[in-house]
């Protein structure tokens, strides 16, 4: 004899079947975390080792091994602007063990600068929080004839197609940085992209190229030293790191923010428990005095925030670099 089941009584019967698999998967989401980790962690980092992020991540990586207990190793996975390292750890298991240090680049830059991705920067990631943001500031020859950014571009224009940029490589804050400043200023420079922000500088140091916008801690150890001139940061507010430079809204182009930040994504799927317990505990390093004065004499402030936090602001970034690529014309086949 077959039982039909009312309408009703079979909505209530699959609400509560769904129910108790949720919780079920929630309480197991929970074991994890609190078991988590029980072996040791790969933090990616998708650039090569010595840069500000590398520093930082790794500086990070032993804060948590010593509150863990586990290892939280370091792998530089560079190439691509990012892309190799990041699409890595978008195709790992989500489960903890496989995190990744994202930037700017892999995730709001990139998707519109290059032609083809391996991995979608919205869908295949959850991410954790932001750790710093780190200002560029342009800067120009200790011998260049101009003095602020007013002079500059007049001297620009006064100089089409004469002046060079260099940047740490395509698609970099310091790229669209110099992208934006030719839309906004209608000036004509050309572009030479470098393998890091170390040949860069040397670049504009040794006069190859007349400006830079530089990471803010490795332009002001060379203007401290009397070898290069800063003009103006790119950030919408005044860096608290050097509060007497001008932004460059300031200095006359109103809008212009641009900065470079990085922080941590974990693959998509990853069990939410295991996303919060990497965010208060990498949020607790973070405010620590030690390590805020460590990332803020590289030239980073700390900006910890929550997972929807950082979301929501790399939905931001995605949309303004889109509208800053197409409006530059820089692509990346």
């Keep these: 004899m077959r039982i039909l089941l009312h309408p009703v009584s079979l909505y209530f019967r699959l609400a509560f079947l769904m129910a108790a698999a949720g919780a079920a998967a929630l309480s197991w989401s929970v074991a994890q975390a609190q078991n988590y980790p029980s072996k040791p962690v790969k933090m990616v980092v998708p650039f090569p080792p010595g840069g500000s992020l590398d520093i930082a991540g790794r500086l990070i990586a032993q804060k948590l091994t010593d509150a863990w207990g586990q290892s939280v190793v370091v792998e530089n996975k560079p190439g691509a602007g990012g892309n190799i390292g990041a699409d890595f750890v978008a195709k790992s298991p989500p489960d903890g063990y496989t995190i990744l240090l994202g930037a700017l680049s892999t995730h709001a830059v990139n998707p519109s600068l290059y032609a083809k991705m391996p991995y979608d920067a919205a869908k295949d990631f ?78 504009l140091l040794a006069g190859d190229t007349q400006f830079m916008f530089d990471n803010l801690a490795n332009a002001m150890a060379q203007v401290k030293a009397g070898k290069l001139k800063a003009l103006a940061v790119t950030t919408a507010e ?50 620590a005095p030690d390590v805020r004065a460590k990332l803020m004499a590289d030239g980073a402030e700390p900006a910890p925030n ?19 690529v197409k409006a530059s014309g820089a692509k990346v086949d």
């Design 238 to 287: 005044r860096s608290k790191l050097v509060p007497e430079l001008p932004t460059m809204a300031e200095a006359g182009l109103p809008g212009f923010d641009i900065s470079t930040w990085y922080g941590f994504f974990a693959p998509a799927g990853t069990p939410p428990a295991i996303i919060a317990k990497w965010n208060a505990d990498v949020a607790r390093i973070l405010n």
């Design 126 to 203: 959850a991410p954790i929080t932001l750790i710093a943001v780190t200002p560029n500031v342009l800067v120009v020859n200790a011998a260049s004839p101009v003095n602020n950014v007013k002079e500059f571009i007049a001297y620009a224009k006064a100089n089409p197609g004469k002046l060079a940029f260099g940047s740490g490589s395509n698609g970099s804050a310091g790229h669209l940085a110099g992208e934006l400043f030719k839309v906004e200023t209608g000036t004509d420079a050309v572009h030479v992209p470098f393998k890091g922000g170390a040949p860069a500088t040397q670049a």
């Design 306 to 324: 929550t997972p929807e936090q950082f979301a929501q602001m790399i939905a931001r970034e995605l949309a303004k670099y889109a509208r800053i």
